[in-house]
């Protein structure tokens, strides 16, 4: 699934699948999978009551305890239910309540293992709790994949590419000379080589907000809570990707030449 995520959201590789899940606010496939399970345990019974003769009662009345059988207690137990002969345990009324331990615990796990550099949680952007607004709001696909990535933490940058290199942290300074690491604050909100379009996409956000260009504003400005800003946020990494893709390119010209 997270490779599926990552074709459509167009980011890179260093964007791990918990960080996908979590601006997408997707479950993991273990937990759908679990979900399917609990929802057949649920079922079970109710068709056993249903149905008149065929070996569908057999089940239930089966004492083996199987691996499988025993994988499955394991698991209701894990969530807080007491579960001492697995299959046959679980009612239909406590289907609703399982599914809710099953998606906290999913969430813990998710948010936990999402907090790495290219991460919406690295930027202090608040995990999703379904597919963000701005993926129906903005109707260019390139636009939406560049504010995926911005919120992603993902944006071509020297810090990016010293992920890639090996290049220690202190040394991933931006091109424009002022000594700063490019990381994404710096891009959005300092950088001299990208005036014209923050003035022109990112200045009227910050007024509009009503808050100062500081560090911690990035998470504001690309929480998605303004169908407006988030569609001038999209355009200015568009706008990055766009001239940082140019500069890659020229500088590989003369190369294949």
Same mark, same amino acid.
């Given at each position: 699934?997270?490779?599926?995520?990552?074709?459509?959201?167009? &980011?890179?590789?260093?964007?791990?699948?918990?960080?996908?899940? &979590?601006?997408?606010?997707?479950?993991?496939?273990?937990?759908?999978?679990?979900?399917?399970?609990?929802?057949?345990?649920?079922?079970?019974?109710?068709?056993?009551?249903? &149905?008149?003769?065929?070996?569908?009662?057999?089940?239930?009345?089966?004492?083996?305890?199987?691996?499988?059988?025993?994988?499955?207690?394991?698991? #209701?137990?894990?969530?807080?239910?007491?579960?001492?002969?697995?299959?046959?345990?679980?009612?239909?009324?406590?289907?609703?309540?399982?599914?809710?331990?099953?998606?906290?615990?999913?969430?813990?796990?998710?948010?936990?293992?999402?907090?790495?550099?290219?991460?919406?949680?690295?930027?202090?952007?608040?995990?999703?709790?379904?597919?963000?607004?701005?993926?129906?709001?903005?109707?260019?696909?390139?636009?939406?994949?560049?504010?995926?990535?911005?919120?992603?933490?993902?944006?071509?940058?020297?810090?990016?590419?010293?992920?890639?290199?090996?290049?220690?942290?202190?040394?991933? #300074?931006?091109?424009?000379q002022s000594g700063a690491l490019e990381t994404i604050d710096h891009t959005f909100l300092s950088c001299l080589l990208w005036d014209e379009e923050r003035?022109?996409?990112?200045?009227?956000?910050?007024?509009? #907000?009503?808050?100062?260009?500081?560090?911690?504003?990035?998470?504001?400005?690309?929480?998605?809570?303004?169908?407006?800003?988030?569609?001038?946020?999209?355009?200015?990494?568009?706008?990055?990707?766009?001239?940082?893709?140019?500069n890659d390119s020229s500088r590989t010209e003369p190369l294949n030449n």
């Open positions: 699934m997270q490779n599926l995520l990552r074709i459509l959201a167009g &980011t890179p590789r260093c964007v791990a699948g918990p960080a996908l899940r &979590t601006e997408f606010g997707q479950s993991s496939t273990e937990m759908k999978a679990w979900k399917r399970i609990f929802n057949f345990c649920a079922w079970l019974p109710i068709a056993v009551d249903d &149905t008149h003769g065929g070996f569908t009662h057999l089940v239930l009345q089966d004492n083996h305890i199987s691996p499988r059988r025993k994988r499955l207690s394991a698991r #209701l137990t894990s969530l807080g239910f007491s579960s001492p002969s697995g299959i046959a345990i679980l009612k239909p009324e406590s289907l609703t309540e399982v599914k809710m331990c099953l998606a906290r615990l999913d969430f813990a796990s998710t948010t936990s293992r999402a907090r790495r550099t290219c991460s919406g949680l690295a930027l202090g952007i608040p995990p999703s709790e379904g597919i963000p607004s701005y993926c129906y709001n903005i109707s260019s696909e390139h636009l939406r994949k560049a504010l995926t990535r911005a919120r992603t933490n993902s944006l071509p940058s020297a810090i990016l590419t010293g992920r890639f290199q090996g290049t220690p942290f202190s040394m991933r #300074l931006c091109s424009c003035a022109r996409f990112v200045a009227p956000a910050l007024a509009e #907000l009503n808050i100062p260009s500081q560090p911690w504003a990035i998470s504001i400005l690309l929480a998605d809570i303004h169908p407006g800003i988030s569609l001038q946020m999209a355009r200015f990494a568009a706008a990055v990707i766009k001239k940082k893709e140019q």
